[in-house]
């Protein structure tokens, strides 16, 4: 008998063999919805196609770099002038320069920045350099934020209020945990008290200033001020991980938009234009503690790669010439509207916040009507969506294949393509 499998699973078969779960970072693998994972061969605008031709409408844009779509002719076009040119010199070069300049000539709370290749590494380097500039070692964190797989933030809230974390990993050392305070979103009484406890040993606090990594959390109105303010009376630094925030929310991403001002802050995703790149960056006192100007050690061999950065500053002048930001959020609006009202008396809501946006599938029990930490999240969320994922896919619509991830509006989705998503969505709610 001849068994007839698609391309997408007989390149899971083989990926499986050679890497653990058959791919290289674990969403992917769609453990999260079920399935095999569709492996996409190209893309282009707001399309994917996998590699059994079908094509699919991307609500995941690589998970938020691409504020342009897939293949934007501008970040092309500096990519191959940068080919062009070499691609790796382990020497200083100038355009990283330019990008640094651009940056914080900019975003006034970046004094000084420096170039990593990732999200994770740029917040590594970042909790380096507040324990080294405060002499003090607990780095205050919030249940639900997400700030890459350094292993201090591999952990969560341990048994009873503003005790040390447990670990979150295998792997993950149970001495490395307890240098980690993990505080609930959203609860300053909770953070208050774990400063009381704990001020003297904090060096920093930690948060997404829009928390989007275990659905879109968004903050009360005045918690993120109010935080500030708690841990500065602690002595402790405030950084803003706006990995996904940054150049998202707003070109200066949450410090932009709500004028306060971090001491350091964490960026990737976007600042790369879809190439790997992180970036940490503030008050150049603090900057001048990293190496080689101070004793904080950060390297890189490939960090500030030349056509990382050539698409990064195409990506971040583009930004700024064009300000696509008020646009994406009102169709973002208009898209959870509609989607709302497709969705009536069938208990699914939508969270959004600028491009970014959030199915939630069952009854929210909040006072506001607003998930805001992981636990008010609906007990039905990760089998609805799974089950909308699914119908959606086989309708040609891609979003991020988990429940606790945000979708993402970039300026390439036509209108035409977002009616698709309605239709698909009025179908899959069998309405
Ligand atoms: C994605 C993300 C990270 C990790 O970035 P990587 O490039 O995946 O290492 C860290 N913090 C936040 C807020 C993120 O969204």
Not at 173 to 179: D, G, L, T, W, Y
Not at 246 to 267: I, N, Q, S
């Amino acid at each position: 008998m001849v068994v007839l499998m698609s391309q997408s699973e007989s390149l899971f078969e083989r990926s499986k063999r050679v890497s653990p779960g058959g791919v290289h970072s674990p969403v992917r693998a769609f453990k999260g919805v079920g399935g095999v994972p569709r492996f996409i061969r190209s893309a282009k605008g707001a399309e994917l196609e996998d590699v059994d031709g079908r094509r699919y409408v991307d609500f995941c844009m690589s998970w938020g770099p691409l504020m342009f779509g897939h293949q934007d002719e501008e970040i092309a076009e500096a990519v191959r002038a940068s080919l062009s040119r070499g691609w790796s010199f382990g020497a200083a070069e100038p355009y990283s320069l330019e990008l640094a300049e651009f940056l914080t000539g900019a975003l006034p709370w970046v004094q000084k920045i420096r170039f990593v290749n990732s999200g994770t590494e740029a917040v590594m380097a970042a909790l380096r350099l507040a324990r080294g500039a405060t002499g003090r070692s607990k780095i205050m964190k919030f249940d639900g934020c997400y700030h890459g797989h350094v292993d201090s933030m591999l952990v969560r809230a341990g048994s009873g209020l503003a005790e040390m974390a447990s670990p979150d990993s295998a792997g993950v050392s149970k001495a490395v945990a307890n240098e980690t305070i993990v505080v609930p979103l959203n609860d300053l009484a909770a953070l208050e008290k774990a400063f009381e406890l704990h001020g003297k040993e904090v060096a920093a606090v930690i948060v997404e200033p829009v928390p989007a990594n275990n659905g879109l959390l968004p903050h009360a109105e005045g918690f993120l001020a109010r935080m500030s303010e708690i841990a500065r009376k602690h002595g402790a630094l405030v950084i803003f991980d706006e990995v996904i925030t940054g150049f998202r929310v707003a070109f200066g991403g949450m410090a932009e938009r709500t004028g306060l001002r971090p001491d350091l802050v964490t960026y990737g995703k976007i600042i790369g234009g879809g190439f790997p790149v992180g970036a940490y960056g503030g008050r150049s006192d603090l900057m001048d503690l990293v190496a080689p100007s101070g004793p904080v050690y950060q390297a890189g061999t490939l960090s500030a790669n030349p056509v990382a950065m050539s698409a990064g500053l195409a990506m971040v002048k583009k930004l700024k010439r064009e300000n696509p930001y008020p646009v994406l959020e009102k169709r973002v609006e208009s898209l959870a509207r509609e989607l709302e009202k497709i969705a009536a008396g069938r208990e699914v809501s939508v969270q959004r916040f600028a491009s970014m946006f959030w199915m939630v599938f069952g009854k929210v029990t909040t006072r506001d009507g607003v998930v805001r930490a992981p636990e008010e999240t609906p007990g039905t969320q990760k089998e609805r969506y799974a089950k909308a994922f699914h119908q959606l896919l086989g309708q040609g619509i891609y979003f991020a294949p988990s429940g606790f991830e945000v979708s993402f509006l970039s300026t390439a989705h036509t209108d035409a393509q977002l009616a698709r998503v309605l239709d698909g969505v009025k179908g899959a709610l069998g309405g």
